[in-house]
């Protein structure tokens, strides 16, 4: 066996084992607060968006939003909370709206930048955040699939003044933490306070 198969063998043995690790502490991390959150399977199932290709007028929340932020093209994301459970996660809900007099392409940089979440179709695994504090950035989590824990399946296109109603939930930030820098591909970071 050549050297540049051992190497492959290797990274793809460590890969498997990170992604049991990742799924055993989500696993064993679980809260209770299953009732008050949408599991993820229900809420990619549907995209968050009506099924007439390009969503409907939608109310992700009737609170005052945490930070609206005007991206390319016309689009606008809504961030309408950051909540914390008591599993350790955070989740973070609110809308794209197309505020444009045009049909809006959905990128395909929001799904991230990883081949294998890539794989799984179209989803907003590129949202990161940014604790500046602590000095650490939080990915999507992923389940034992490597499908992301976000809005996924949703429609190519956002047609215009209609919503796509999204969620990701990532590993929450220490306690101590109390804002963290949303960032997503085409859109300035926005700045969120963590609930």
Not at 1 to 8: I, L, T
Not at 13 to 25: F, V
Not at 110 to 137: F, I, Y
Request: aromatic share 6%; hydrophobic share 35%.
């Amino acid at each position: 066996m050549s050297m540049r198969h051992v190497r492959h063998l290797r990274r793809a043995g460590a890969a498997t084992l990170m992604a049991a690790a990742l799924a055993l502490t989500a696993t064993a991390c679980g809260g209770d607060d299953a009732k008050d959150q949408p599991s993820a399977s229900a809420s990619s199932q549907g995209g968050g968006q009506d099924q007439d290709n390009g969503g409907g007028n939608s109310d992700a929340g009737a609170s005052e939003p945490l930070a609206t932020v005007h991206g390319d093209g016309g689009i606008d994301m809504v961030i309408q909370d950051a909540k914390r459970d008591s599993g350790g996660f955070l989740t973070v809900n609110g809308e794209f709206k197309n505020t444009s007099g045009t049909s809006f392409t959905t990128p395909v940089q929001w799904s991230g930048q990883e081949t294998d979440v890539k794989a799984t179709g179209p989803s907003l695994a590129g949202m990161t955040l940014v604790d500046s504090k602590g000095k650490k950035r939080y990915y999507v989590l992923r389940d034992t699939d490597n499908r992301p824990l976000t809005t996924s399946d949703y429609a190519s296109s956002i047609e215009a003044g209609k919503s796509l109603v999204f969620f990701a939930q990532f590993p929450a930030p220490p306690e101590s933490t109390t804002s963290v820098d949303l960032q997503f591909p085409g859109f300035p970071n926005a700045t969120i306070e963590i609930s």
